[in-house]
């Protein structure tokens, strides 16, 4: 084609530029060329449509065949809080809040388990008036799994997510004595009144990113760059529609979160059916495919951790915006014990699943 093309227009001379006095090889030659030039550019509109679907221009992807998982661990009913430790020192993350013992949990009922279900919440008791009262902070609620985890998969039955003004709830996988060497994987994460879909994110030491890189998923991609140093420890986002987290994921009865972590990437999103299967469950909220990012270097020994902070950066950060009044964050969090009824997790099971 190339050489017949080059052909037709070397030997042209300036009245071959007349199609009346064309010869039928030159129409030939001309009716190849716009055909070739079409497929060029039919084929670019594709590519690139294709590539947009992905997220990226890299088209390398990992392959994420099924794996066969066996039931690992499972935390479920009135034994539910014994996998945890309650943390109760400083909040790491500047929140307004005193995170409580097991003790004042189960006597204050901030930790409650029955048979089938879980709830861990934000205190709604203490005032301006009451010995303790909350003006260095409101009562709430971390719990770390005793248990550290390595790739598998993850499932969580969430009934009600915690919402409503200066909350910053989190549902997350972390090594906290070792971060950000063993990575942080946030599976569930809002702050204030929590309308604008939950936050994915992975946060890690250097050379781990989901910059121009094909990805499957439905989420809504933000910074790219997991490095903890990255603006701020911003890490590598995606958020969800709004009914992935707060008052619509609860309206809608809640439903299963899924995490997948294997050496191809790390995957968070529904779990379509009981089965332990995420190749049968189309894209996932998140995909944070392996193309930039060891898996292996980057995620170790991860806690399963639960909490409710209040307050604290990320709160802060938006607190202006969030009509949620005119005081401060922390003048609300001490003065409005009320405004924390919403603020409570509900769990059915947590399953671990292992591969081979
Ligand atoms: C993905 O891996 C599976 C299992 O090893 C293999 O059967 C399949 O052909 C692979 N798919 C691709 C696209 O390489
Ligand atoms: C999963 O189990 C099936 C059935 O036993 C087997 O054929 C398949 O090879 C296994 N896949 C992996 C990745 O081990
Ligand atoms: C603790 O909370 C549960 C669930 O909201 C409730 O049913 C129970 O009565 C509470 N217990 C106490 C002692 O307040
Ligand atoms: C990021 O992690 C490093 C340790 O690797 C730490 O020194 C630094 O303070 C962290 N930065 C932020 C913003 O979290
Ligand atoms: C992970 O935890 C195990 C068991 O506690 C420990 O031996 C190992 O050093 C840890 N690995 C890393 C990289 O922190």
Redesign the pocket.
Known sequence: MVSSYDMGYSSSSRSRMDPRGWTRKIWLIVVSVIIVIAVIIIGAVVGVAATRNNGGTNSSYPNY????YTLLDTYSGQSFFDKFEYFSTYDPAGGFVHYVNPEYALTNNLTYATASTALVRVDTKVGPGSVPDASTGRFSVRLESKTQYGPGLFLFDVKHTPYGCATWPALWLADPNNWPANGEIDLMEAVNKATTGGLVALHTTADCSMSDIRREMSGAAGQGDCHNATNSNTGCTVTGAPASYGPEFNAAGGGVVALEWRDEGIRVGGAAAAAPDPSSWGPPLADFPSTNCDMASHFRNQSIIVNIDLCGYLTEAVWAKSGCGSSTCTDFVANNPSAFADAYWEFGAFQVFKS?
């Open positions: 065949s099924k794996l066969n081979k």
